[in-house]
């Protein structure tokens, strides 16, 4: 018997709160179920993949997924989980945004049927007249009841305050919940444990408003064990475009991610079966069980939703390519295709060669500061070219180029720069 949708996103770990349980006998029918993403960038980041796959899941149980682009709310500025608020976009920069997350969308969920359906909320709002907003939506809206969402309660409580645009972005959300059930249909709202405050207003709003009853449901954050997000590197957010992050670096991440918490992510973050995953957490409790296997397994799978079977094969071709013992595989022809494919760095030569390993290192950012490369090295965990490096004051020499114009830099395993010789001055 197939498992209803709820059903299966509770069991991996997918629900925090849902505002009804009649939720589940409503999904034993084909549902559309939106989320909505700001584009504030031009990429998604790693934390935005627990809402991607939920719409996934959805999809694959006969539901239609929504995405909603906000055009207009991405002019206001969401304040749920930021303690600062967003900078001001301007147009040209949001439409371009929003392209590139909509290019990136069909690409990942067109797949599968129903067909995504891919809508702007701006189209809705831009028709309105303030006086128009105010009259006939903000007068369902009370004061009281928005001050005491969590979000509005904590940013009012801190140094930096809310303004009244960011306080009525709630206003915002709910209206787009009911906008797209008078004329889409669509009856569930995701969005991450942030979102519970501006979900519940758009049911609220649908109510007073004569429509059909509206589920929202939450999931939790993509926190570590220890309570930091995930999604965040020493280079920055973890995109989700290929154009901001290669498909190496983010397999790289994601190879990283702590055992504690690779278990948590296999069940979120893939469509393996649950009963797959658990065997493997117990298999990590045994003395046969092989070191980072999880993780590799992780990094296959989310890579491969993420960036396509093309971009998982280029992912691991580079991570062959830059790993200990690879050394008879450097060459130049070799290091310019992996170039596009990991972070690299160009030099003169006269910035190279007679130059000290650690000074080089710093130069290019692969670590902060010349003590930290130094400390590096004396515990083992530098390499030159895939081979240890074991002298702090290391000079770099013609001998250490590859095919004369190369050099692989590494802070551990996971951390690595190509450099490139781009003039022999």
Wanted: hydrophobic share 40%; glycine share 10%; aromatic share 8%.
């Amino acid at each position: 018997m197939q498992k209803n949708i709820l059903d299966c996103l509770k069991e991996r770990g997918f629900v925090e709160s849902v505002t009804s349980e009649e939720l589940r006998e409503a999904a034993s029918k084909p549902l559309k179920v939106y989320v909505g993403f700001d584009p504030t960038a031009e990429s998604l980041h790693l934390g935005n993949l627990v809402g991607i796959m939920g719409l996934a899941w959805f999809q694959r149980f006969g539901h239609t997924p929504y995405v909603v682009l906000g055009g207009a709310t991405g002019r206001i500025g969401d304040p749920s989980g930021k303690s600062l608020e967003r900078p001001l976009l301007d147009e040209t920069v949001l439409n371009q945004n929003i392209r590139s997350i909509r290019s990136w969308f069909e690409k990942v969920l067109h797949h599968h049927s129903p067909q995504p359906v891919f809508v702007d909320n701006y189209e809705w709002f831009s028709r309105f007249s303030l006086i128009d907003f105010l009259r006939d939506v903000g007068k369902h809206f009370r004061v009281g009841t928005m001050i005491a969402k969590e979000m509005v309660r904590n940013r009012l409580n801190s140094e930096e305050g809310i303004s009244y645009t960011e306080f009525s972005y709630q206003i915002l959300q709910a209206y787009d919940f009911h906008y797209l059930n008078l004329h889409h249909g669509v009856t569930v709202q995701m969005g991450g444990s942030d979102q519970w405050g501006n979900i519940t207003a758009g049911t609220e709003l649908n109510r007073k408003l004569g429509g059909a009853q509206l589920f929202g449901l939450t999931f939790p954050l993509l926190t570590r064990s220890d309570g930091k997000k995930f999604g965040k590197s020493e280079g920055g957010a973890v995109w989700l475009s290929s154009d901001k992050l290669t498909p190496y670096q983010f397999f790289q991440y994601l190879y990283g991610i702590p055992d504690a918490d690779v278990i948590r992510l296999l069940k979120m973050l893939t469509f393996l079966p649950i009963e797959q995953i658990e065997a493997l957490g117990a298999q990590m409790q045994g003395s046969d069980y092989v070191p980072n296997s999880a993780q590799k397994l992780l990094a296959c799978e989310v890579t491969r939703f993420v960036h396509g079977e093309q971009g998982l094969e280029t992912a691991l071709r580079v991570t062959e390519g830059m790993g200990p013992g690879a050394k008879a595989t450097l060459n130049a022809e070799v290091l310019s295709e992996l170039s596009k494919d990991m972070p690299n760095a160009d030099l003169n030569k006269s910035e190279v060669v007679g130059q000290k390993y650690v000074d080089v290192a710093v130069k290019i950012g692969l670590l902060p500061s010349k003590g930290e490369a130094s400390r590096l090295i004396k515990n083992g965990g530098a390499y030159l070219n895939n081979e240890r490096v074991e002298d702090p004051s290391l000079v770099l020499s013609e001998e250490h180029l590859v095919d004369g114009m190369y050099l692989i830099l590494s802070a551990g395993k996971k951390k690595r720069i190509l450099l490139r010789i781009i003039n022999s001055i």
